[in-house]
Every structure is written in structure tokens, then in C-alpha cells.
T-cell receptor
């Protein structure tokens, strides 16, 4: 099983619908992130959480919200989806407590969202 | 605002040659720079981190340099193989380890 699991892997929805993308991890990491990737573009940070009680906006948070239900779970919601939110979404984790201190991010396999 | 530039055109090389990918940044003073590999439809995978006080870092066939004067990092893959074909992302950062990603450069190694 993957250490960072995203569901659903693919989703097609219509404009105005509410969508939730879920992320769970078994790595025991304290930090979790949501990124968006568009074709030919880099990964853009949507939201990040350093622990259960800490939620922070990234560079493109408008139109999105998140919930850190537990240390292992971090969900991303689109309250009213629009076509320009069509993208590949990645959840990632990192461990601030490890001795390696590389800041390495561990990514899930991605959730491809299409908004018609 | 900070800007990270990686070659947008794919790099095509022959198997066995050394691939060199470039990452330039402006309006930014990163304390470290990470490199990731991303295969189509997959999440990025961490390869290496180099810090601002390190000139060079090696891992197996990979070598990364970091020139804070030129504001540039070079990523080398020696003795390249077709299996090295992927998109490579650079991600400079500082502080709380939330790196900012470049768009990536696609590497295609021909047998």
C-alpha cells in the first residue's frame, strides 16, 4: 500500500458542484500539503498544515478550503468547482522531526480533477 | 516576486552521455535547493538536497551544484540510461522547508 494515498484518483464533475479530495498517510509525518499542477506548469501550493491545529494558505488558496481531521488525514475541498480548477492535485507530507533535515516531500499519486 | 526558471524545452541525449539540467532563480535567496524526479501521471520523488554552503553534492550517478552568486543550480546525470527519462523539478526554499517548484525540464534519453 502507498504511504500517501489520495482519493479519488480521477473525478469528473460539473461547474458549481462541491468536491472533496482526500489524503491519508501512514508515514507518521506531522506536515501535510496540497499542491496543484497544470500542464507545463510547476507545482503550486494551495494549503499546508504543520500539525492538526495549524492550517496555512499557500500561493493559490482562493476557491479552496482544507480540513486536517487527524494527523494522518488532510482533505481539500472545492466549494463550487469551476472549469479553471481542472488540474492534477497532489497531496504531500514531510517530517519536521526527523534527523535528516532535508525537508523531503513525499507525494501521493495525484487526483486528476476535470470540471466541465 | 521570486522566479524559478528551468529549460522548458525537452533535453534529448544519447544513452551513456551526461545530462545537464539548469535551474535559475531570481528575486530569491534560498538556503537550500531540492531536486525531484517526476514520471508522467505520478507524484514527484525526492532525489537530492543541496544547501547554500555546499558547492556540490553527489549521489550515485547524480551530481548537483549550487552557485549562489550566479543564482543557479546544475543537475547532472552521468552515464545516462533510457530509464532516466522523466521530468526533473528543482525546488529552492528556505526557512520552514516549503520549497517552491520550478516547471521542470523533460529529459529524454535515447538508446
Amino acid at each position: 500500500d502507498a504511504d500517501v494515498t489520495q482519493t479519488p484518483r480521477n473525478r469528473i464533475t460539473k461547474t458549481g458542484k462541491r468536491i472533496m479530495l482526500e489524503c491519508s498517510q501512514t508515514k507518521g509525518h506531522d506536515r501535510m500539503y496540497w499542491y496543484r499542477q497544470d500542464p507545463g506548469l510547476g507545482l503550486q501550493l494551495i494549503y499546508y498544515s504543520f500539525d492538526v491545529k495549524d492550517i496555512n494558505k499557500g500561493e493559490i488558496s482562493d476557491g479552496y478550503s482544507v480540513s486536517r481531521q487527524a494527523q494522518a488525514k488532510f482533505s481539500l475541498s472545492l466549494e463550487s468547482a469551476i472549469p479553471n480548477q481542472t488540474a492534477l492535485y497532489f497531496c504531500a507530507t514531510s517530517d519536521s522531526t526527523s534527523g535528516s533535515n532535508t525537508g523531503e516531500l513525499f507525494f501521493g499519486e495525484g487526483s486528476r480533477l476535470t470540471v466541465l | 516576486s521570486q522566479k524559478i526558471e528551468q529549460n522548458s524545452e525537452a533535453l534529448n541525449i544519447q544513452e551513456g552521455k551526461t545530462a545537464t539540467l539548469t535551474c535559475n532563480y531570481t528575486n530569491y535567496s534560498p538556503a537550500y535547493l531540492q531536486w525531484y524526479r517526476q514520471d508522467p501521471g505520478r507524484g514527484p520523488v525526492f532525489l537530492l538536497l543541496i544547501r547554500e554552503n555546499e558547492k556540490e553534492k553527489r549521489k550515485e550517478r547524480l551530481k548537483v551544484t549550487f552557485d549562489t552568486t550566479l543564482k543557479q543550480s546544475l543537475f547532472h546525470i552521468t552515464a545516462s540510461q533510457p530509464a532516466d527519462s522523466a521530468t526533473y523539478l528543482c525546488a529552492p526554499g528556505r526557512g520552514s522547508y516549503i520549497p517552491t517548484f520550478g516547471r521542470g525540464t523533460s529529459l529524454i534519453v535515447h538508446p
